[in-house]
């Protein structure tokens, strides 16, 4: 199948468009009020950074012409969607994925032959290797010369990171101080890369806004993207590197990952198998669906602020107990739950305020939590079996555990 070379698509325009929400989603975000404490309030930073307050920021048009843009972590859940729409719309996608196995790799197998599918030409180039490669990765922007970087490889996941800490700093601090250190020096326009709702621990607030003050995360996980947050200020105040960091709150979706709630949940309500309830249910979590999640990166991809942090949720949250009727109203079956205590290291509460996304990069979720989860079973009941099983409860989230480092290959072109 050929792309058309297209200009690039995402613009404020689709902002008015009415929407299938039933849980609040439409509702134009507006700003909640913003702490004065503010950490992140960094927006209007040209040539003098000095003085980071109030929040006066321009609002830039997207950039609309080819790009390449080089996707790392180009195999996983988020950066393959990513890849996907970039291809569809006409750009150039350079991926570089490492193919850890912390959950099963024939998911991230099944990912890239998708993409090449898409995109047989030269538009798409693979490469299988450490983002800490430091040899590799200067013969891939050698090569390669992306004019744009959307990072999205890491070791994602809470409960591991507790567990074996060090693989998160390698590959999210180390990995992402490497392609900072790659993106300036050849010349990229916006580095945009994946933090975490994660950063803002035990918060209190109702709604998690930018503003807050995010020092106390409560895993290694969480302290790692917020260490990629600051890592990314500096590159910005050194180099002026443009940087976008986004905190994304639990993604889920079609192909998703296999070690998250949405998905376990599915697969253990479909195949009659007890389901693990943390607490009381009573938690809430903002999950959001991965197209809009796509929507909100590529907006961030077109829009080369100087350096700035966004939410992108959904903008409310769902309880674990509504959670699972909606899994059991889509799947047609009654779960079968075990009670268990909290766990360690997760946020009883998490919930996005996306009103800085909706002004700056006119991002707004259209997906409701219930379309998502119908959507999503929809994928596991007709697609999912086909091409690939694999039995979650092998995979990572601290039960069967990947090994800590990923067998370290070169950087060289796979075909798939
Ligand atoms: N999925 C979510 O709900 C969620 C929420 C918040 C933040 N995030 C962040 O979004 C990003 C993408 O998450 P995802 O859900 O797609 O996870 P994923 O595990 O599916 O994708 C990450 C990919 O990065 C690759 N990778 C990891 N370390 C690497 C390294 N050192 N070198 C090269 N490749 C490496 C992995 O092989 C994997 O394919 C991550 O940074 C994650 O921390 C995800």
């Known amino acids: 199948m050929k792309f058309r070379h297209t200009e690039s698509l995402p613009s404020l325009a689709h902002l008015d468009e009415t929407s299938s929400d039933d849980d609040n989603t439409t509702s134009t975000p507006t700003r909640s009020t913003r702490h004065a404490e503010s950490s992140n309030c960094l927006a209007d930073l040209t040539d003098d950074d000095s003085a980071p307050s109030p929040?006066?920021?321009?609002?830039?048009?997207?950039?609309?012409?080819?790009?390449?843009?080089?996707?790392?972590?180009?195999?996983?859940?988020?950066g393959s969607n990513v890849a996907e729409l970039l291809l569809a719309r006409g750009d150039s996608v350079v991926v570089v994925d490492e193919m850890n196995d912390y959950y099963d790799v024939r998911i991230k197998e099944a990912n890239l032959t998708r993409l090449r599918k898409l995109c047989p030409g030269d538009r798409l180039s693979i490469y299988r290797g450490d983002i800490c490669d430091e040899e590799s990765m200067l013969s891939v922007f050698e090569k390669e010369r992306?004019?744009?970087?959307?990072?999205?490889?890491?070791?994602?996941?809470?409960?591991?990171?507790?567990?074996?800490?060090?693989?998160?700093?390698?590959?999210?601090?180390?990995g992402t101080t490497h392609l900072m250190e790659l993106s300036h020096k050849f010349g990229v326009k916006n580095f945009v890369f994946a933090s975490s709702s994660s950063v803002y621990g035990g918060s209190k607030s109702t709604f998690f806004s930018e503003e807050e003050n995010v020092d106390n995360?409560?895993?290694?996980?969480?302290?790692?993207?917020?260490?990629?947050?600051?890592?990314?200020?500096?590159?910005?105040?050194?180099?002026?590197?443009?940087?976008?960091?986004?905190?994304?709150?639990t993604v889920y979706g079609p192909r998703g990952r296999p070690d998250m709630?949405?998905?376990?949940?599915?697969?253990?309500?479909?195949?009659?198998?007890e389901l693990q309830q943390f607490g009381d249910g009573s938690s809430s979590r903002d999950y959001t669906y991965i197209g809009d999640i796509v929507d909100g990166i590529l907006r961030a991809i077109d829009r080369p602020y100087p350096y700035e942090v966004f939410n992108l949720g959904k903008g409310n949250g769902t309880s674990l107990k509504e959670f699972i009727r909606i899994v059991e109203k889509h799947v047609g079956k009654k779960a079968i739950i075990k009670?268990?205590?909290?766990?360690?290291?997760?946020?009883?509460?998490?919930?996005?305020?996306?009103?800085?996304?909706?002004?700056?990069?006119?991002?707004?979720?259209?997906?409701?939590?219930?379309?998502?989860?119908?959507k999503t079973v929809d994928w596991y009941m007709h697609e999912y079996g086909k091409s690939i099983c694999v039995e979650p409860e092998?995979?990572?989230?601290?039960?069967?555990?990947?090994?800590s480092f990923a067998e370290m290959k070169k950087a060289t072109p796979v075909e798939v």
């Not at 744009?148 to 809470?158: I, K, Q, S």
């Not at 709630?261 to 198998?273: C, E, N, Q, Y």
């Not at 092998?394 to 090994?403: D, I, K, L, P």
């Open 339 to 374: 009670l268990m205590p909290d766990q360690p290291g997760d946020v009883p509460y998490t919930c996005a305020d996306v009103s800085k996304a909706y002004e700056l990069l006119g991002y707004r979720a259209k997906v409701s939590f219930d379309e998502g989860i119908r």
């Open 394 to 403: 092998t995979q990572a989230n601290g039960m069967g555990r990947a090994a």
């Open 146 to 174: 992306p004019g744009w970087v959307c990072h999205m490889a890491a070791r994602a996941g809470v409960r591991p990171s507790i567990q074996d800490p060090f693989v998160y700093i390698h590959s999210n601090i180390r």
């Open 261 to 273: 709630a949405p998905f376990k949940f599915i697969d253990r309500v479909s195949r009659g198998l």
């Open 55 to 78: 929040c006066r920021r321009a609002v830039l048009p997207p950039h609309t012409g080819h790009k390449k843009v080089l996707v790392t972590g180009g195999a996983g859940f988020i």
């Open 217 to 249: 995360p409560v895993s290694p996980y969480a302290a790692s993207k917020k260490a990629c947050e600051l890592l990314a200020y500096t590159y910005h105040h050194l180099y002026k590197l443009n940087v976008t960091g986004l905190r994304f709150f």
